[in-house]
């Protein structure tokens, strides 16, 4: 199974490459035109519930700040230090244990590494 991913203007690309090479469909914000670095939070998580994508971010803003409802789901990384490929591993062991449409609220990244 893959992955519907939104990606933070806070990930970098090395992550998105990796998430893509295992199959997973990944815009990040930065690519897309109608967003781009300093897009709302509020408005990238809208843009996920009306295309279906999972937010992957370092911004706790969705933990903290937003009600869940506010879109799809949000895939959080806390330590940003964990490394690119082992954050894209992570990911994608966890869409072959829980398809997309499981996924809701915040999901910890870090618990999967």
């Known amino acids: 199974m893959s992955y519907r991913l ?9 992550i998105i490459h990796k998430l893509r090479n295992y199959g997973h469909d990944v815009e990040h914000v930065n690519d897309l035109t109608a967003f781009g670095k300093g897009s709302s939070d509020r408005e990238l998580g809208q843009y996920s519930k009306s295309d279906d994508r999972l937010i992957l971010t370092y911004d706790d803003d969705f933990v903290l700040e937003l009600d869940p409802t506010a879109y799809c789901a949000a895939l959080y990384v806390s330590d940003v230090t964990i490394s690119a490929r082992t954050i894209a591993a992570a990911i994608h062991r966890m869409s072959k244990q829980y398809p997309q449409e499981e996924i ?3 999901v910890y990244v870090d618990h999967w590494v």
Do not use: A, Q, T
């Open 104 to 106: 809701s609220g915040v």
């Open 6 to 14: 939104l990606v933070d203007e806070n990930v970098e690309y090395r």
